[in-house]
Each structure stands twice: as structure tokens, then as C-alpha cells.
């Protein structure tokens, strides 16, 4: 049994208040930058919602819409231009985005500090790269970075939902080390997405 096992819920909450609280909560990890194996270099900056503008939330729609969109609508819950957009100006939304060497948006991950189900965790609601940038190592590193924040503030695990149609995802997080979660709805519940996380003790 690890330390966190016996941590009360209120101590698990104020490591998640912590992290809430914090202007960037990537500050002292090494995550400005990133170095493609092609040479390409990209720049990474942590934005919260109150400091986010409008033209990065408008791209960063676009960009799952582009990227989900397609996913979505294949399933019966359908794609939901507003709620997306609600979801991605949420008070509580914090955005880590890449930027290239001409200081274009080119790939971002939205999360938030909270409690699930008894945990504390980094919930890791979208991590979309745009189609010219993939393959480049980007969303592992993105994916790395959310993870060294997790551990920096003591929360348990990393999570993030996936759609059951979109076997690319699928597999991109299995290689990551993300696995179906406890709480993610069983077969019988007939749902169309997953739930996967990857603990971040030990």
C-alpha cells in the first residue's frame, strides 16, 4: 500500500486545490520547449481561460472539430458544436499549446485539477495536434508534460476520455501506458466512449 492510499479525501482535495491555484502549474518543469527528430523546434506556453483569448479558443475549437468532429458524428450522441464550446471556456480550463517556429498555434491540450471518484487527478480533456504537425513526437510530449504536472502536485493519476470509434486514440494512449479505468462504463452499459487513465504513484 502506497502513502497516497491512506490519504484522507481532505488532504487528496487540497492537492487539488494547490494545483488550482496556481498561475502556472507547469512553472518549474521543463516544458518550454520541445525538439522534433525532425530538427523542428516548437515553442509550449500554459495558458489559464482568464488569460486565453478569443482567437486561441476559436482555433482550438476548429481544430477538434476537424480532428473529432468526424468521430462524433459517426456515433448517436452526434458532434455538439456548443457544448464543446462551453466545455472549452470553462473558468476551471487550463491549456497547454504548441507553437512553431512562426509562433503558429500547431497542437494543445486542455485539462483541469479535480476529484473523481475519490481520486485526485489531472483530467486531460482534449490533446489535439493539427494534421500537418503529427507524427512529430508532439502529443507524447504534450501527454509527458500533463503527466510531470500530475506528479508535481501529488495528484494519483492521469485521465481522459476516448471515443470507442476512434482506434487511433485507442492506440496512441495503450502505447502511452494509459489503460481503461475502473469507473469507465462497461459493456453492458453500451456507452460510446472509454475512460482510460495511468497512475502516476510508484
Not at 19 to 48: D, H, I, M, W
Not at 87 to 96: D, G, P
Request: glycine share 4%; aromatic share 12%; net charge positive.
Amino acid at each position: 500500500m502506497s502513502n497516497q492510499d491512506v490519504l484522507s479525501q481532505g488532504a487528496k482535495q487540497r492537492f487539488v486545490e494547490t494545483a488550482a491555484k496556481a498561475k502556472n502549474p507547469l512553472e518549474s518543469l521543463s516544458y518550454q520547449s520541445y525538439k522534433a527528430p525532425s530538427g523542428e523546434e516548437f515553442k509550449l506556453v500554459c495558458r489559464t481561460k482568464s488569460d486565453a483569448d478569443s482567437k486561441l479558443l476559436k482555433w482550438a475549437f476548429k481544430l477538434a472539430e476537424t480532428n473529432v468532429g468526424p468521430f462524433y458524428k459517426q456515433l448517436k450522441m452526434g458532434w455538439q458544436p456548443k457544448i464543446k464550446t462551453a466545455e472549452l471556456n470553462k473558468n476551471w480550463a487550463r491549456y497547454v499549446v504548441a507553437q512553431n517556429e512562426k509562433k503558429e498555434n500547431v497542437a494543445f491540450a486542455m485539462f483541469r485539477f479535480d476529484m473523481d471518484h475519490g481520486d485526485c487527478v489531472l483530467y486531460c480533456y482534449e490533446m489535439q495536434v493539427t494534421a500537418d504537425y503529427q507524427r512529430k513526437g508532439l502529443g507524447k510530449f504534450i501527454m509527458n508534460v500533463l503527466e510531470d504536472c500530475a506528479r508535481l502536485w501529488k495528484l494519483e493519476k492521469v485521465m481522459l476520455t476516448v471515443l470507442n470509434n476512434n482506434e487511433q486514440s485507442i492506440s496512441f494512449y495503450k502505447q502511452l501506458g494509459y489503460v481503461k479505468d475502473e469507473i469507465s462504463p462497461d459493456v453492458l452499459e453500451e456507452a460510446e466512449y472509454q475512460i482510460f487513465s495511468k497512475s502516476m504513484l510508484g
